[in-house]
């Protein structure tokens, strides 16, 4: 038997057994509990998701106050603990906020400036950290598993941004073995880094478009983790902008707005397009690329943003999501097209006029020869054993082992990483503490060139593909590298790269 049809078979035979599924068990996880044939908690006597309220006006994001009296300090604090969200009309939600509040607020500061943010861990029972993805901060700064903050500790969180750092970053949990649940829960947050001198006209604004998906139980409650979660990624009933089920924008007639999109799922792939406005493509993950694309489509796997400059000439717009098959295990698949995420009024009323986005936004240096090559090699595996039925998500045979260190690198070598996906779905990839460039992809025999040159600290490796990226870590000390399916993460799908001066 095909390996793929051998696992979906024994997927089977797993979601037909509730003892096998009782004892499944991960490494510092609860036991997973409450699953249905499909992999949802669908309410009670089989009923639909919980409706959510539509249509409301797009919230901006609170900022995040900034204590520091003069310039060039951002200080601020940061306390994760358990509050109680009102997603539908008509019940509560427990859930975990940074400062009260899911989404997170809005950190925004400016390169070269010093951050100074103090995180209060109040989770009860539960350590946790705080990982500044994508940014550029020194590994003991980096919120990596390794550093947990105890439950009632707090910690400082001091680095410096660095000239040429402007970008749309963010901020989650890295706790082993709660990383997954913590996010979910509600524990992420937008972080910008402002480029002193901003090629973007500041008459295109500059709007936060963070994306969450959420599911809830007949009682307003989040379910646990189940056995299909654990082996696709958890991927909730709603997707959420700021918080908010499809809200409206409203804008003039001619209008162009700068939008910045993150993909804060734990593991669902958004392949979005806007109905009746165009996007053009202006940034990725680590700051602006060289010079605007046009995009009639974007995907963003979990973890990826991108900035968009969005020309509203028409009628009302929709940004809306397009089918994507990224490899799924068991029943249950999510539909994922034709999900309206925003939805923009364009007035009759004419908006002033724009100025033209430039035809070169900087330049982005690229890296030379690599003198350095490695290779990663994504696999999966399910196996029965006395305990229950386990599956594992591994990198070149190996499942994550906070004791080992997989990949022994030298600060300022230039190396070029192969990841080859050998599993039967998609998995994201991001590496800690640097960015990288694209290079090329390989599938089926046949070699792409990326369209474009960009900075990137995550990127989507689809099943059978072969992704070549080249790298360079500047800070010596200890980085993680990992698929950003949480889930995946957390059932082994990680490794240490220890970074030596």
């Known amino acids: 038997m095909h390996r793929r049809g051998f696992l979906a078979a024994s997927l089977a035979t797993v979601l037909a057994s509730p003892r096998a599924l009782a004892q499944m068990k991960t490494d510092g996880m609860s036991n997973m509990r409450g699953m249905d044939h ?91 950290t705080i990982h500044w993805h994508g940014m550029p901060v020194p590994a003991d700064q980096d919120g990596n598993p390794m550093d947990p903050v105890a439950a009632g500790a707090d910690r400082v969180y001091a680095f410096d941004l660095p000239e040429g750092s ?60 189940t056995m299909t979660d654990m082996m696709n990624g958890r991927v909730g009933d709603h997707v959420l902008v700021n918080g908010q089920k499809n809200p409206r924008l409203a804008v003039a007639m001619g209008t162009k707005r700068r939008l910045r999109l993150y993909n804060a799922t734990n593991a669902r792939f958004l392949r979005l397009a806007f109905v009746n406005a165009a996007m053009t493509l202006i940034g990725s993950d680590g700051g602006l690329i060289e010079a605007p694309v046009a995009a009639d489509e974007i995907l963003l796997s979990p973890a990826e943003r991108v900035e968009l400059v969005v020309a509203f000439d028409k009628g009302t717009a929709t940004l809306t999501t397009l089918d994507y098959d990224r490899g799924w295990m068991g029943p249950g698949r999510p539909e994922d097209k034709g999900l309206a995420l925003l939805t923009a009024d364009v007035s009759d009323t004419q908006a002033e006029p724009m100025p033209p986005l430039p035809e070169r936004l900087r330049p982005i240096a690229r890296f030379g020869q690599p003198t350095v090559s490695r290779r990663l090699v994504f696999t999966e595996t399910m196996a029965m054993k006395p305990t229950g039925m386990e599956m594992g998500f591994l990198i070149n045979g190996m499942a994550f082992d906070m004791g080992r260190i997989d990949i022994v690198a030298k600060a300022g070598d230039t190396e070029l990483w192969e990841i080859v996906n050998q599993a039967d779905m998609d998995h994201p990839f991001h590496l800690h503490g640097t960015q990288f460039q694209l290079i090329e992809r390989e599938r089926d025999g046949k070699v792409s060139k990326p369209p474009y040159l960009a900075w990137k600290d995550t990127v989507n490796v689809a099943r059978g593909e072969t992704v070549r990226l080249v790298t360079r870590q500047e800070r010596p000390g200890t980085r993680m590298y990992h698929c950003h399916i949480l889930e995946h993460e957390q059932l082994g799908m990680m490794g240490v790269i220890d970074v030596q001066a």
């Open 38 to 128: 499909a992999g949802h908690d669908m309410g009670a006597m089989g009923q639909g998701p919980v409706a959510l309220p539509q249509n409301q006006p797009l919230r901006e994001l609170p900022l995040l106050a900034n204590e520091a009296a003069g310039p060039g300090l951002f200080k601020a604090r940061l306390t994760a603990e358990s509050a109680t969200a009102r997603f539908a009309a008509d019940r509560d939600t427990p859930i975990l906020a940074y400062n009260g509040i899911s989404p997170g607020p809005l950190i925004e500061t400016q390169e070269g400036d010093r951050v100074e943010i103090t995180f209060a861990n109040r989770i009860e029972g539960e350590p946790s």
């Open 166 to 225: 402007a970008g749309s970053y963010w901020y989650h949990p890295h706790p082993h073995g709660r990383t997954a649940e913590q996010v979910y829960r509600g524990l992420a947050g937008a972080f910008v880094v402002k480029a002193k001198a901003d090629p973007i006209p500041a008459a295109y604004g500059d709007t936060t478009l963070f994306l969450t998906d959420l599911r809830l139980a007949a009682d307003g409650s989040m379910p646990e983790n």
